[in-house]
């Protein structure tokens, strides 16, 4: 089992490409060196980051380098809109034959 933190931005913003730029050159890298972060996924403004256990994410959550991240969301150009915060746990239940060995060529 793992767990996801999903992140959405639902926001309007004048310049899009100077928000995603800043959001992939600069937040992205902070957010990278979070202990026990295993993956980030790579969305348009929709970020998964996923953890090998719920205490892991919890513990990346209590991190300085969480702590950074936090203060860089504060220098983001400004939007219009919300962003939300989930938390998932996720347990495998199907896998399909074919993505054995696979996963990241499907």
Known sequence: MSVSYFVR???EI???PAFLR???EVHVPLVARWPGLRRMGRAVLMAQLEFESEAAMNAAFASRERAQAREDFKQFPRFDGT???QAMAQEEVFRAAWLDGNEEGA
């Open 9 to 11: 931005y639902d926001i």
């Open 14 to 16: 004048a310049d899009l």
């Open 22 to 24: 800043r959001y992939r």
């Open 83 to 85: 962003v939300v915060h």
